[in-house]
């Protein structure tokens, strides 16, 4: 027996999502079932939805920064009681064998993990994601969160705040550490604030000087806008880390020169088109140039555990679900302060 959910549905590239209803598989004996509370705005939602990415199956349902309440568990379930307060990311399950699940990052699983939506879950069907009123999940791919994180805030934490977390850990932000964000949208605003959490000296690099104050009170040391040419003057050779999270085309060569001997840009921005750069920008100072995605179960975790001790949580604007394609548009348009989380009671 499945139950049925509210939600909103994108029908193909250009038209607006609408409201519709989905089916929810009952909890299998290792699922759960969560009435979802809010879920996030993330610009891989608007990808998705819009067919930026070539890859969208319609109808899909998006959203994968899911906050919410346990409502059912299976028979087996033993890491989630009802009424926990939980999340769901970007992924709802892997194959749990290869080295990268065994290793804890099951978002580079080998044999292709199950994104929240638009993939095919182990039971062949679609899977739908966070734009709903409920979701089932497997136990193993579903995290606590911690009291003192409030739900809305919590939300663009299970990508945004894993997406910056992770490449920030492994690059080993922290005191004596120089750090830049690119962009001061959802992930960039989460990079700023866990950065500075973390101990680094951490700059934004904004398109325009609007959001500065913004960037100072979450705990950017500096803040320069990118329009104005001096800043690539003034920054050259600067950084030990740069993480780009800026959703178009940026120019690589110039982001390059803004790093020190050896230091790595990291692209967590995903945008259409291939980037392109010198060797030249790489060789000059050893630089290394990376991505990264996501992060895994056991880290998500982690950073949620750090937020709430640290006392983070996103920025958000809570909006019901009619305003969704105007948000879109909103985000599009690097309009956003700094995610936009939609109230699922809304749908
Ligand atoms: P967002 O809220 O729209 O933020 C992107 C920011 O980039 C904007 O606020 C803006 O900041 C800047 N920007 C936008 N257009 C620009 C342009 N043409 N030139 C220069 N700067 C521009 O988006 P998001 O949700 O943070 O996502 C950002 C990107 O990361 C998207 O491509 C998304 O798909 C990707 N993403 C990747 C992962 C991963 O695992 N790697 C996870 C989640 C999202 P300023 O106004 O400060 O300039
Ligand atoms: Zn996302
Ligand atoms: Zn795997």
Known sequence: MS???RAYVAHSPTEPLRPGTIERREPGDFE??????FTGICHSDIHTARGDWA??????????EIAGVVEA????????????????????????????????????CLAGSVSTYNSVGRDG????GGYSTSIVVDENYVLKIPEGISLEAAAPLLCAGITMYSPLRNWDAGPGKRVAIIGMGGLGHMGVKIAAAMGAEVTVLSQSLKKE???RRLGAGHYYATSDPATFDALNGHFDLIINTVSA??????????LALGGTLVLVGLPTEPLSQRAWSLASFRRNLAGSKMGGIRQTQEMLDFCAAKGLGAEVEVIPAHEINEAFGRVVASDVRYRFVIDAGTF
């Open 3 to 5: 139950t049925l959910a």
């Open 213 to 215: 104050e913004d960037a």
């Open 55 to 64: 890859s969208a199956r319609y109808p899909v349902v998006v959203g994968h």
């Open 125 to 128: 069907l679609p899977t739908a």
């Open 73 to 108: 568990v299976g028979a087996k379930v033993t890491r989630h009681v009802v009424g926990d307060r939980v999340g769901v990311g970007c992924f709802v399950d892997s194959c749990r064998e290869c080295a990268n699940c065994l290793a804890g990052e099951e978002q580079y």
């Open 32 to 37: 759960v079932r969560i009435a979802i509370r």
């Open 249 to 258: 085309n940026i120019d690589v060569d110039q982001y390059l020169s803004l």
